[in-house]
């Protein structure tokens, strides 16, 4: 997984309540298991038409918001069901943070085993936040993990709360693999162990 440092990117406005995870990914997309390859039907049933063809008012559709690497978003974001392949598209379409007043929880969790940053501020934050992101002359927002903080364009930063574990996870690139590794050795000491002392197992 990538290290997640300080991040400078633009914002894509995206102020809807309750995205669930079948609207940033739809059901027909989740065949593979491979984590590359979903960005573009990302957002699949807002950002293009039945024929499709582009929806030009969509927000990812406009420049230079489809270039964005963050979204500031509506309450609840990434909530319905547990699917995995939700944050595997935001990451494939260049979405490395989701800046909203709430997350759902497994949508969260997902988000920090690969490599993405949800940050949680307060409705009046949010408000501040989309006011900047809407602006196209200047959208760019400034991610900065190790103190977290995020830098508006005004030069006015916002502190966000992150839970220290996975803060260290993000900053060390570790996914759930990479933290069993971590262990590899006291894994080894233990089966070598087992195959002398128990060897019937």
């Given amino acids: 997984m990538e290290k997640f440092n300080k991040l400078d990117g633009i914002a894509a406005p995206l102020d809807i309540l309750n995205i669930d995870t079948d609207m940033i990914?739809?059901?027909q997309f989740l065949k593979t298991i491979k984590r590359s390859g979903l960005g573009k039907n990302l957002f699949d049933e807002m950002r293009y038409s039945p024929d499709g063809?582009?929806?030009?008012?969509?927000?990812?559709?406009?420049?230079?918001?489809?270039?964005?690497?963050i979204i500031i978003a509506g309450d609840n974001f990434g909530c319905g069901s547990s699917r995995e392949h939700a944050p595997w598209a935001l990451l494939d379409?260049?979405?490395?943070?989701?800046?909203?007043?709430?997350?759902?929880?497994?949508?969260?969790?997902?988000?920090?085993?690969?490599?993405i940053l949800?940050?949680?501020v307060t409705e009046d934050q949010r408000q501040a936040l989309l006011a900047d992101a809407k602006d196209a002359e200047n959208p760019i927002l400034e991610i900065d993990l190790p103190n977290q903080v995020i830098q508006r364009p005004n030069g006015v930063s916002?502190?966000?709360?992150l839970d220290p574990f996975?803060?260290?996870?993000?900053l060390e690139g570790l996914d759930d693999i990479s933290l069993t590794l971590d262990k590899k050795d006291k894994i080894q000491g233990y089966?070598?162990?087992?195959?002398?002392?128990?060897?019937?197992?």
């Fill in 25 to 27: 990914i739809p059901k």
């Fill in 53 to 69: 063809e582009e929806i030009q008012d969509f927000v990812l559709n406009k420049k230079p918001w489809n270039e964005a690497k």
């Fill in 93 to 115: 379409f260049g979405i490395k943070c989701v800046i909203s007043t709430s997350f759902a929880d497994i949508f969260y969790n997902n988000c920090f085993k690969n490599g």
């Fill in 118 to 120: 949800p940050i949680k």
């Fill in 158 to 161: 916002i502190k966000f709360e």
């Fill in 166 to 170: 996975r803060k260290e996870c993000l």
């Fill in 191 to 201: 089966e070598s162990d087992r195959d002398i002392n128990r060897p019937w197992l």
